[in-house]
């Protein structure tokens, strides 16, 4: 049976094949381009897709029906205004400096055309983003898988299904379903990090700084995994 959503977590992919020759940098919207967006509905078990090529991805996946709701990309704004409302926290790991700056921009420009709930959430502290609260904590970047290593343990479920730098190039030449498998995969895990780091003890983790990779051990203490606010009905 399906309950309620407690949290909205999501996770972009992209559509660019070459940082250098398109002038991209991580922590600059510029240029991106969405393929699609997955989103995971905790506490209903459901999954929803938002795509760029709807004509090109349903005609792929229609032939047996997918585990998921596909959306095209221009609905996401509409949804993520209604969750918005209904004050659920919106959880992602590094979407302040990549996934929502990048959703934030219009359709043509490569982004879902989103700045107003990317902003409503921001101003509501309804965002929670996993990576940029340890990395205020910790002074390092921890990438999720790291993070799925040591609080979920070695669950073979928690294999990264591809790694990043393919989902473009698997998106180019139409490989569809697995770049949308690789994206909710990534929405689940990093729910269920969330969900695992609110009730965990102090854990250690790998951190990353420039030309390092060390461990940090980081502690719950003096350091929050809820939204900071709520937002209020118009």
Not at 55 to 79: D, I, K, N, S
Not at 81 to 97: D, V, Y
Not at 187 to 207: H, K, M, Y
Not at 210 to 225: A, C, L
């Amino acid at each position: 049976m399906v309950g309620d959503i407690t949290a909205v977590v999501l996770d972009i992919e992209t559509a660019n094949l070459d940082m250098d020759a398109e002038g991209l940098s991580f922590g600059n919207p510029d240029g991106w381009v969405v393929s699609c967006v997955g989103v995971h509905l905790m506490g209903t078990g459901q999954d929803y897709v938002y795509v760029r090529d709807y004509g090109p991805v349903m005609a792929q996946l229609l032939p047996t029906e997918p585990p998921y709701r596909v959306f095209p990309l221009a609905m996401l704004a509409m949804h993520m205004n209604g969750w918005l409302m209904r004050s659920l926290p919106l959880i992602t790991h590094n979407g302040e400096g990549f996934d929502l700056p990048i959703l934030a921009k219009s359709l043509p420009d490569g982004g879902a055309g989103c700045a107003k709930a990317v902003s409503g959430y921001a101003d509501s502290g309804l965002h929670i983003d996993t990576c940029a609260r340890l990395l205020s904590h910790t002074g390092l970047r921890i990438h999720l898988s790291d993070l799925c290593s040591t609080l979920l343990g070695s669950d073979p479920s928690d294999g990264k299904l591809m790694p990043a730098a393919e989902a473009p190039i698997a998106w180019s030449q139409g490989r569809y379903r697995q770049v949308i498998d690789y994206c909710i995969q990534d929405c689940v895990l990093t729910g269920r990090v969330w969900a695992a780091a609110r009730s965990s003890e102090p854990f250690e983790v790998v951190g990353h700084k420039p030309g390092q990779k060390r461990k940090h051990r980081v502690s719950t203490e003096g350091m929050s995994w809820e939204p900071s606010g709520s937002t209020e009905s118009e």
